[in-house]
């Protein structure tokens, strides 16, 4: 359907009910476009769909633009500034006064297309704007805070609480958890959805998602941000443009246009804010060094671009006072730690990738590589205690463990890979070579999570492969 035919829809006519196989009756969301239903998402029957008037409140007021050394704008002294304090500290900060944006939106709104009736309607017809029962709703969600959540934290529990209680969450982010969510929950809820696999309702609800973004339904940056990044976790085929790589690129984008990649002290922001932008910058930078060593391609982020501070464990820690619903969970230590240890790995990661691989066959002299490798000691040495061994009692958190040390195992097995696989080349292989150990610690975590019935929750991909007789692992 094309936009001239979405022009002429009769926005009057309630939309019809979606053929897919959601079998149960869906839990509407499109009387408020900004909200679900408060507390437990009580099942609401609405007919009516959005209109323009029902649109969250634009970002319009408070924006602040964000330019880099270059940028010329960078050079103007701030009003009450002297020449000495502009040179030590360039501005990168600027904010646009609330006139300005507001006649701006005007401007846009005077020039764009009349459709947001239509757009609206279309959109409840895709199953946009309709939820699963509220206890499914809540599962999915519980899963998405207890599994993924704790490796990338990019959202706020306690904003999200407070949004949930109030009814305020944004369609689009919610959608886009749900979407998350569905590769972590039971099998049971996601036939209680109405979906007949797991693969059925991740496609499902990455197209809701995608079409209320491709319908510029949200305006707020940051809420834009988090749903880039989560649909960047969408498998498309091989030949299919927007997959990961292409919204993982559009999360960058996006974050370093807001300078998501620069030092808080150049970018004042309230402490709460300072947080989350870093909880959500490192989160975007550890997908893209794993997304380009797995797939061989070059790292979108550079560092020598960015100063953002490195994470901590203060940047986890949350407002007390607020009532936190049973499926959000909560905030255990280790997934701090976890976050915290793997944004460090994931630096290493990144030198490694282009250090290791590079083009025309070049590879580095092995001070370089056995550089990398005390360094990555360095970083299991300075573990946690809690973190610095596999060998747990066992239960759902030594997942966290368990994924570190796949981690660390995987750049051993990257580091020494050239060299092993040379030697096997030459049949002159030594069977305790750094990367078969690895490799063997790997299979023995794997095994590990296995017999644990973790596996599934892990943020690894894993190949089962046969060897050859005369090479098994």
């Known amino acids: 359907m094309g936009p001239m035919d979405l022009d002429h829809m009769n926005a009057d006519e309630p939309p019809s009910p979606r053929s897919h196989t959601q079998s149960q009756q869906p839990n509407s969301i499109a009387d408020d476009q900004s909200s679900i239903p408060a507390e437990t998402l009580q099942a609401r029957q609405q007919s009516s769909i ?42 990168l900060r600027y904010s646009i006064s609330d006139a300005i944006n507001v006649r701006a939106s005007e401007l846009f709104a005077e020039h764009s297309l009349p459709t947001s009736s239509a757009k609206a309607h279309y959109l409840a017809q895709e199953g946009a704007f309709t939820l699963p029962s509220p206890q499914d709703c809540a599962a999915v969600l519980r899963a998405y805070f207890q599994w993924f959540h704790p490796c990338f934290p990019i959202v706020d529990r306690v904003e999200i609480a407070n949004r949930y209680n109030k009814g305020e969450m944004s369609p689009l982010l919610l959608k886009a958890m749900l979407f998350i969510g569905a590769s972590y929950c039971d099998e049971e809820t996601v036939r209680r959805m109405g979906f007949k696999d797991r693969p059925e309702a991740k496609s499902q609800l990455y197209n809701q998602t995608k079409i209320l973004y491709d319908a510029d339904w949200e305006s707020n940056e940051v809420t834009i941000l988090q749903v880039l990044f989560l649909i960047s976790f969408w498998r498309a085929g091989p030949l299919n443009v927007k997959n990961t790589r292409y919204w993982l690129g559009a999360a960058i984008s996006l974050a370093q246009a807001r300078g998501f990649h620069r030092s808080q002290h150049s970018s004042p922001t309230n402490v709460k804010e300072s947080k989350l932008r870093k909880r959500i910058w490192w989160s975007i930078y550890v997908r893209d060094r794993q997304s380009s060593a797995s797939l061989g391609l070059p790292s979108r982020i550079r560092d020598e671009d960015c100063d953002i501070e490195m994470l901590s464990y203060a940047d986890f820690e949350e407002d007390s006072d607020v009532i936190i619903p049973d499926f959000i969970g909560t905030h255990k230590s280790a997934h701090g730690i976890y976050a915290v240890q793997m944004a460090r790995l994931a ?84 069977e305790s070579g750094p990367a078969l150990q690895a490799a063997c610690r790997v299979t023995r975590i794997v095994e590990d999570m296995l017999s644990q019935n973790l596996i599934q929750f892990g943020q690894m991909h894993l190949y089962v492969t046969s060897n050859p007789p005369n090479h098994r692992v």
């Open 347 to 430: 630096q290493l990661l990144g030198r490694v990738i282009t250090n290791q691989f590079r083009p025309n066959g070049h590879h580095p002299d092995d001070d370089e590589r056995f550089g990398l490798i005390n360094s990555l000691e360095e970083w299991k040495a300075m573990l946690p205690e809690s973190m610095r061994s596999c060998e747990t009692e066992g239960g759902s958190e030594s997942i966290w463990a368990y994924l570190l040390h796949l981690a660390y195992n995987y750049l051993h097995i990257l580091l020494d890979r050239h060299d092993y696989t040379q030697t096997q080349t030459n049949r002159n292989r030594s």
């Open 50 to 91: 959005p209109s323009a008037s029902d649109a969250p409140p634009s970002q319009a007021t408070n924006q602040v633009l964000f330019f880099g050394e270059s940028n010329l704008l960078t050079c103007v002294i701030s009003p009450g500034a002297s020449e000495t304090a502009a040179e030590t500290q360039k501005r």
